[in-house]
């Protein structure tokens, strides 16, 4: 059913279960498994180097996470594709999904205030909105 799947990862508790749920199905599938994790550009950055700054630091920041996440992959003898960039998440996911044609994307329920989400909206929220494919929400 699923051919290409892309789990998001940013080290938090919901995007560790959601790669656990990525990963079960990968194997399921019988198919190689992508993670993506998108290091957060500052909104307004002040210079030009501060955006060529924090894109150099992005794959120092989640090396843990992929490192792990590498460890558990190898563990279920699945094949694991990690992608370390800079950005921000939505439009950077969305477009990573796009340009690469997955057929799944798989990511975590982050938990907020709920006057935050009437507020400002989450990430899971528009990655469902947006992404070009389906998407599961794990929580």
């Known amino acids: 059913m699923y051919n290409k799947?892309?789990?998001g990862h940013d080290g938090s508790d919901g995007?560790?279960?959601a790669f656990a749920a990525a990963l079960?199905?990968?194997?399921?599938f019988n198919t190689d498994l992508h993670m993506i994790g998108v290091e957060q550009l500052p909104r307004f950055p002040a210079s030009i180097d501060e955006v060529v700054e924090e894109a150099r630091d992005a794959k120092h920041a989640l090396a843990k996470?992929?490192?792990q996440a590498k460890r558990q992959a190898k563990a279920q003898q699945i094949t694991l594709h990690v992608h370390l960039v800079a950005g921000h998440p939505v439009s950077t996911i969305t477009?990573?999904?796009e340009r690469e044609g997955f057929d799944l994307l798989v990511v975590g329920y982050m938990g907020h205030a709920a006057l935050y989400n009437r507020l400002i909206g989450s990430t899971t929220d528009r990655l469902v909105e947006l992404a070009p494919c389906q998407v599961l929400v794990v929580k």
């Open 5 to 7: 799947i892309l789990v």
């Open 24 to 28: 079960a199905l990968a194997k399921q």
């Open 65 to 67: 996470v992929a490192e």
């Open 15 to 17: 995007a560790a279960k």
């Open 95 to 97: 477009e990573f999904v």
